[in-house]
């Protein structure tokens, strides 16, 4: 961990209003835009973000609490919501500035936490570009695996491969650590 990170507690809640131009800032281009909010607009704004709102559910910040400070470095939801059925998770994004160094793996691990813990459901999907390696390589890591995979085309006009992942309750609680 960073030291940006070693002195700070990593934790999570449900977003608020006040968040929200926090998380606009994450995308630093059209291109990761698209890869994080693929129906946003460049630039991203606050009235995109909560214009899902109202399609999305439980909407999360993971945040770094340090010298008496609380700061939003990711956000996620669930794209889709089956009650008792399924979810996908959607969103995941992360502060530019503190990728790669396991919030990402905490905010999905939260996610997946909540969707088989507190809402009892059977399975768990998500959909990751081919490009973002990072997050397949981290979703695959977590126990998700491959199911489909669909042709996107990007903005800009360029193929793009998107995979389906999916993970089901049996698996990650057989993969989940055992608390002490």
């Avoid at 990072?134 to 890591?141: D, G, Q, R, S």
Wanted: with cysteine.
């Amino acid at each position: 961990m960073s030291s940006a990170l070693s002195h700070a507690v990593l934790s999570h809640r449900p977003l608020a209003d006040t968040d929200i131009p926090t998380i606009c800032g994450f995308p630093r281009d059209a291109e990761e835009l698209y890869f994080l909010f693929p129906r946003a607009v460049w630039p991203l704004t606050p009235d995109q973000v909560r214009a899902t709102l109202g399609i999305r559910r439980d909407p999360t910040v993971a945040t770094l609490i340090g010298d008496g400070r609380e700061r939003v470095v990711g956000y996620a939801n669930y794209a889709t919501f089956e009650d008792g059925r399924t979810a996908s998770i959607g969103n995941v994004s992360v502060d530019p500035g503190l990728r790669r160094r396991g919030i990402a793996e905490y905010l999905v691990r939260t996610m997946i936490d909540r969707a088989f813990d507190h809402h009892h459901l059977s399975e768990l999907t998500l959909y990751c570009f081919s490009t973002n390696t990072p997050a397949l390589l981290l979703y695959a890591k977590l126990g998700m695996v491959p199911i489909a995979l669909e042709t996107r085309v990007t903005p800009w006009g360029e193929p793009i491969a998107l995979f389906k992942l999916r993970m089901d309750r049996a698996g990650w609680c057989s993969a989940a650590p055992i608390a002490a």
